[in-house]
């Protein structure tokens, strides 16, 4: 619904996302990070060391843009494979979603 507003509307609307939504868990988790407790099950805890602009920024890819499509990481293999990438290997680490592969015969 936010990507088919005006653009100056759509960057009001995802900096106030990335204002009242992502900096406040973001920070919440970097203090409680820096008292020793595990943030990683707090939602958005991987912006904690991350500046605003990149909040701003993937609020905006996030809610203002038209088709966002969401894969496992199966799937994701899945569809590599096909393209006739090998050897691949995902983050084990945020964000989950990168990965290096080869394309062509394994080294194996």
């Known amino acids: 619904?936010?990507?088919?507003?005006?653009?100056?509307?759509?960057?009001?609307?995802?900096?106030?996302?990335?204002?009242?939504?992502?900096?406040?868990?973001?920070?919440?988790?970097?203090l409680l990070e820096y008292f020793g407790i595990d943030v990683n099950s707090i939602p958005l805890s991987y912006y904690r060391i991350h500046s605003f602009y990149t909040m701003r920024t993937d609020a905006r890819?996030?809610?203002g843009t038209p088709l966002e499509q969401?894969?496992?990481?199966?799937?994701?293999?899945?569809?590599?494979?096909a393209a006739g990438l090998v050897d691949i290997r995902f983050s084990d680490k945020a964000p989950f979603w990168c990965a290096v592969v080869i394309k062509g015969r394994s080294r194996k």
């Open 1 to 30: 619904m936010i990507f088919r507003l005006p653009a100056s509307l759509k960057h009001i609307v995802t900096d106030i996302i990335a204002t009242v939504v992502y900096w406040p868990l973001a920070k919440t988790s970097l």
């Open 61 to 63: 890819d996030r809610f």
């Open 70 to 81: 969401r894969f496992t990481r199966q799937q994701i293999a899945d569809m590599m494979q």
